[in-house]
């Protein structure tokens, strides 16, 4: 006989994990006892040294689906003689330091769903029915540890039948906080000016949603705005009401077999649509697409996800139509509405119906959306599914608590704590009272569930007026900790060698913009980053910005912007008045008064963005003239791009100045008229340019490592979520023999800038 402790780390508690190793050892005969230690699940175990081992594979081979395993330590103990009579679930030690981990809100299981359908079960119908293996966590959890009183589901005690399977280590239930059943759990309810009578609210909702209504549905971390996608007239009404009229909308559908009628779905992408996350997949339209084309207009594609809580599943049990439009229900920038009477009284005007139930949402979390380039997948937004699921930083000392609070508009905040890199869920645009105070709540709300009570450095932007940057210069004074600010793109790079788990990259850098270290809005970078330091090694060629940042809603000004002293002024204002002054929001006096403007000076800050250039195209060849939504013109260009032709070939130059290599993007745009003037198809004009861009920015990358002697190029930046430029400077860059490493497991976009920030605060203060 031996005995032996096993100290098992991860996402092990809340997940039914005690349970699984209780019947892992009565499985096998196996006497000893289990239980929660802080972060840890302790085991001790005694039996023949075979027995132990066989004990030690089966668990990790019948480990709880929502569990992670980081790390399973065994200790041998000296046996002294049999001590154990059978196996046991202890208690869990009060006395416990550290943090444990919370899982994320996981969709509901095969086991769940089959209750639901069932007519003789007691849970038939039941659209809250979860258990260990499903449903809500981070969303219900108000404070840790995590048990039934500190989450949204203390107002609703457990009747007989539910504790007694929440007292019984055999059954599926066995301490899941989040169980329930129409006898104790919460309801839900049909609302419009009072409460609706009705015998299946869910039912009548979708009955309603089929009828053209709008219908905003509470679920579990979040509130959605519903109609139906056949026909143009609910979704019109939707977008005139939202005052959105061109914003992509993310759909949902009953099942995988219906996404197949009108997208194309590679195997990879079926199986994240379908995983237990159940993110929104950005999907391309396939020839058979049969929805409204106002689901997602002037796009290849659009946002698809599947049901992910039971009343999900029951809604679409009563619809035959191939989706419905699922859109977080949100005031323009301000966070997702989640409470009754908000949700009640900010929509009103907006929905025709509400479905309401009386669950508190603690935390929201919105949808996330994953999108693939090529086989690679790309977080767009990492929230619900994944988050608060942490990030391993390697050589991070566990004493350092980091606080970084991104950038500006698509916000997270990250915390790193024992090694570990909490990033938040979307928060969003912090230029909005609303969005900034949930920021707040938010950074509070992480703080108490990982039990941090201060940390030693906050991290923020560059640029000092940001809020997020005097957030953390208050909090740092709170704290008494130290501030670190961090660039933009240097934090991008960052994010993506944690990522990558490498130390130093020659990072493209390529977005909308970040303030750059020299007052300029930078966004079209190569950088050698290595740890807390960077150089900035070449750009896109400085272009000076009419109007600042007029220029990002209305491309035509940086169109004008990227001409001037590139040909004549006579010449520039005369194409611009022939063919582009509509795009001018006050039309041909506008024209006269930007060309003062670039002969002045006046307001026209430079910028080496890409995500401008990117813009003027789409503008020079008239897909789109404004932008309405973040990202637009680049995303109608990429989508022009994708029904184009590979036949037309423009160069490009790459020029110096003061040392440092340039992309010239205004040769790029001059080829771009030159070929419309030649009246080639604007698709594959649009092919062309991006192609350019893309070898451009591959080539300036390519000799920078060269030079440095660095043997990693790696892309960061919402401009890597574009399939064609992500996949051209992979393949340029792995062709000239260097490696190329992307956002994996992390947003290629401005959600990751806060855990770059955090990363660089965090190898600063350790010299690294
Ligand atoms: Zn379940
Ligand atoms: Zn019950
Ligand atoms: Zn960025």
Redesign the pocket.
């Known amino acids: 006989m031996e005995k032996a402790r096993i100290l098992v780390q991860g996402i092990v508690q809340g997940v039914g994990f005690r349970p699984t190793v209780y019947r892992v050892a009565h499985g096998l005969n196996i006497n000893g006892y289990v239980r929660n230690l802080g972060n840890i699940v302790e085991i001790v175990i005694e039996g023949q040294n075979n027995k132990i081992n066989e004990f030690i594979t089966s668990l990790q081979n019948n480990k709880p689906p929502i569990s992670e395993i980081n790390s399973l330590e065994v200790e041998w103990l000296d046996h002294k003689g049999q001590e154990f009579n059978d196996f046991r679930i202890l208690e869990s030690s009060k006395n416990f330091s550290g943090s444990s981990v919370i899982p994320p809100d996981i969709a509901t299981c095969d086991n769940c769903l089959e209750e639901v359908f069932e007519v003789s079960n007691?849970r038939h119908n039941y659209p809250f029915t979860a258990c260990t293996d499903c449903g809500p966590r981070f969303t219900v959890i108000s404070s840790v540890p995590y048990d039934r009183i500190r989450t949204s589901m203390k107002s609703?005690p457990?009747?007989?039948?539910?504790?007694v399977e929440y007292a019984n280590p055999k059954d599926r239930r066995y301490h899941a906080e989040a169980?329930?059943?129409?006898?104790?759990?919460p309801k839900v309810f049909l609302y419009r000016e009072n409460v609706i009578d009705s015998e299946n609210p869910i039912k009548k909702a979708a009955e309603l949603i089929d009828e053209g209504n709008i219908l905003a549905i509470k679920g579990i971390g979040g509130t959605h705005l519903v109609v139906k996608t056949t026909e143009d007239g609910p979704v019109e009404k939707l977008r005139k009401r939202l005052g959105r009229y061109n914003q992509p909308f993310a759909c949902m559908s009953k099942d995988l077999k219906t996404v197949q009628t009108f997208t194309d779905i590679s195997g990879s992408e079926k199986n994240v649509l379908e995983s237990r996350r159940r993110p929104i997949v950005v999907l391309n339209k396939n020839n058979g697409y049969m929805l409204s084309p106002s689901v997602s207009p002037y796009l290849h594609n659009l946002g698809v996800m599947l049901p992910y809580s039971a009343l999900q599943h029951l809604l679409f049990t009563y619809t035959n139509e191939p989706a419905y439009i699922m859109t977080s229900a949100n005031m323009p920038g301000e966070p997702m509405l989640i409470d009754n009477r908000e949700i009640t009284s900010k929509l009103n005007g907006i929905a025709d119906y509400y479905l309401l139930h009386d669950r508190e949402i603690i935390n929201r979390c919105d949808d996330s959306v994953v999108r693939f380039r090529g086989n690679e997948m790309a977080f767009i937004r990492r929230s619900r599914g994944y988050v608060p699921e942490p990030y391993d930083f390697a050589r991070i000392s566990e004493d350092l608590n980091v606080l970084a609070l991104g950038p500006e508009i698509d916000v997270t905040f990250s915390l790193l704590k024992e090694g570990k890199c909490y990033v938040s869920q979307h928060i969003g645009d912090t230029t909005k009272y609303e969005t900034f105070r949930y920021l707040q709540e938010a950074v509070n709300h992480m703080m108490d569930i990982t039990r941090t009570g201060s940390v030693d450095v906050v991290a923020c932007d560059l640029h000092p007026m940001f809020f997020t940057t005097k957030l953390a210069e208050d909090m740092s004074q709170d704290f008494e900790s130290e501030i670190v600010r961090v660039q933009h793109h240097h934090a991008h790079a960052a994010s993506l060698c944690v990522d990558n788990n490498i130390e130093e990259v020659i990072c493209i850098a390529a977005d909308g913009v970040g303030y750059g270290d020299d007052g300029t809005a930078w966004g079209g970078e190569i950088l050698l980053s290595h740890g807390s330091s960077y150089e900035r090694l070449a750009s896109l060629m400085p272009q000076p910005m009419a109007g600042g940042d007029l220029t990002t809603k209305y491309p035509v000004r940086m169109f004008m912007s990227m001409l001037y002293n590139h040909i004549g002024d006579d010449e520039l204002v005369g194409l611009m008045k022939t063919g582009y002054s509509h795009f001018f929001k006050h039309g041909e006096r506008e024209i006269d008064l930007v060309l003062k403007q670039l002969q002045k000076g006046f307001n026209t800050n430079t910028t080496t963005s890409t995500g401008r250039v990117l813009d003027t195209i789409s503008t020079a060849l008239r897909i789109c003239g404004e932008r309405t939504y973040e990202g637009e013109c680049a995303m109608k260009l990429e989508s022009a791009a994708f029904y184009g032709e590979n036949t037309l070939k423009i160069p490009y130059e790459i020029g110096t100045n003061r040392g440092k290599d340039f992309l010239n993007t205004s040769n790029i745009l001059i080829s771009v008229l030159e070929l419309i003037e030649k009246g080639e198809k604007m698709q594959n004009i649009a092919r062309a340019a991006q192609n350019a861009i893309a070898f451009g920015l591959a080539e300036m990358a390519i000799k920078a490592a060269e030079n440095v002697g660095v043997k990693v190029i790696g892309g960061s930046g919402g401009v890597f979520y574009n399939e064609a430029i992500s996949v051209a400077i992979r393949n340029t860059v792995e062709s000239a023999g260097y490696t190329f490493v992307q956002h994996k497991n992390s947003c290629a976009g401005d959600g990751s800038v806060s855990m770059g920030q955090a990363a660089i605060a965090a190898w600063k203060s350790q010299g690294i």
């Open positions: 007691r609703f457990l009747c007989e039948d539910c504790e169980s329930c059943c129409p006898v104790c759990g």
